[in-house]
């Protein structure tokens, strides 16, 4: 790969720290933490900013596994989204990636530019497991972003991309309490949960014809417990639903209409019903075309071939708490290619493809692509149309659209 003006002083820089990056990266997939139990990970990430001279806050917004690293004093400021968690089955959706792909991007910008101030957040449980799920939720609405000028997100995937597209997606949980008896002797002392439970589930389904194609509905429901023996009638059963759409405002309209039937079926049964929504609701994607241009404009650079997603007709086929940060400040993301084409994610294969040796050219070119584009609006003064496309629009919860 040959690389030109900025890039081959970006290159040469990186390759200080590139040892260090991977190192990192492979000591999170080894963790392979949980959402909202990421310690260990959260831990390496800050011994790694650390080093560097970055300021950290560890734990950040009451959560043990958020922090924020800072250095700098200058007015532009960059911030970096730092996601570390895993799935059941490791590090299925790359995470370990981001997270490299976040320290490594301070560390290099931190070299190369001196009058802007760097900021990594590291976010909790962006797969919405655990008691911080969803956590750049809580965050954005909490103004952690306000002070951020511009903020960069990643993640993998099967191409080399720049801009995204998510569903807005809220997950509740409903939990049916009845009363148990034998379920041959006396069934007529018992009130079955799991057969509201399962009524609700059908009714749900039965929903998505209520919803006109436009809304592009996709709904998920799984049972957490459906009771404990054959011969017990349940006294107990929880069915989680999750509720995903192009349009925010519909996944609000179409929980609270899954809830009213859910009470309706509780109450025709005789059960008690207790609703929970187990992750905040994250935000359809606000993307900044600038941003994402400039991304894509830079990955070409270096030879590659980005799509740019915000010019595809393409549905979004995923969620992520990242949305929501780009209704707080304008946000550019980059997604680097790993695996073979049409790889599924949170797979075996997809974790395969995560582990840092089989990625790191990816990740690499990665960090380039992004310190440069950071380089770019800074010395091309982009910064204003940044702000100025960001702030059209109407105002969302205080947060322009």
């Known amino acids: 790969m040959k690389y030109f003006g900025l890039t081959m002083r970006t290159d040469k820089v990186l390759d200080k720290y590139l040892e260090e990056i991977l190192v990192l990266s492979g000591k999170i997939y080894d963790l392979k933490e949980l959402g909202s139990r990421e310690v260990q990970s959260s831990i390496v990430m800050i011994q790694f900013l650390e080093k560097l001279g970055f300021t950290v806050h560890l734990p950040y917004m009451d959560m043990h596994t958020a922090f924020r690293a800072e250095s700098g004093n200058g007015k532009f400021t960059v911030g970096f989204l730092a996601e570390y968690d895993a799935l059941p089955n490791g590090h299925s959706?790359?995470?370990n990636l981001i997270s490299a792909w976040a320290a490594g991007s301070a560390a290099v910008l931190k070299e190369m530019m001196q009058d802007v101030r760097i900021v990594v957040i590291g976010t909790p449980s962006e797969e919405g497991l655990g008691e911080y799920a969803g956590s750049k939720v809580r965050m954005a609405a909490d103004g952690v972003f306000d002070d951020v000028g511009i903020v960069f997100g990643?993640?993998?995937?099967?191409?080399?991309?720049?801009?995204?597209?998510a569903l807005a997606d809220l997950t509740l949980r409903l939990e049916f309490t009845g009363k148990s008896s034998h379920g041959a002797d006396s069934p007529e002392s018992s009130i079955n949960a799991l057969d509201a439970a399962v009524t609700t589930y059908s009714a749900i389904n039965s929903l998505r014809g209520w919803a006109k194609h436009d809304k592009h509905l996709v709904v998920g429901m799984i049972f957490r417990e459906a009771g404990q023996a054959t011969n017990v009638v349940p006294e107990k059963a929880m069915l989680d639903v999750e509720i995903r759409s192009t349009s925010?405002?519909?996944?609000?309209?179409?929980?609270?209409?899954?809830?009213?039937?859910?009470?309706?079926i509780s109450d025709g049964y005789g059960t008690n019903l207790k609703t929970l929504e187990i992750t905040p609701l994250y935000d359809s994607y606000k993307p900044n075309l600038t941003?994402?241009?400039?991304i894509e404009e830079e990955m070409r650079k270096l030879g590659l071939d980005p799509v740019n997603v915000d010019q595809l007709q393409d549905l979004p086929s995923g969620s992520t708490d990242e949305a929501n940060v780009s209704y707080a400040a304008p946000t550019g993301h980059i997604d680097i290619k790993i695996g073979y084409p049409g790889i599924p994610g949170h797979s075996d294969e997809?974790?395969?493809?995560s582990k840092p040796e089989k990625a790191s050219e990816s990740l690499r070119l990665g960090i380039i692509a992004t310190v440069n584009t950071v380089l770019r609006i800074y010395n091309d003064k982009l910064y204003d149309d940044i702000i100025e496309e960001f702030n059209r629009g109407e105002l969302r919860n205080g947060n322009r659209i």
């Open 93 to 95: 959706c790359g995470h």
């Open 350 to 353: 997809f974790r395969e493809a």
């Open 291 to 294: 941003m994402d241009s400039i």
């Open 154 to 165: 990643m993640h993998p995937d099967d191409r080399w991309a720049a801009g995204s597209k």
């Open 248 to 264: 925010t405002d519909f996944v609000k309209t179409f929980s609270r209409k899954v809830m009213k039937l859910a009470t309706g």
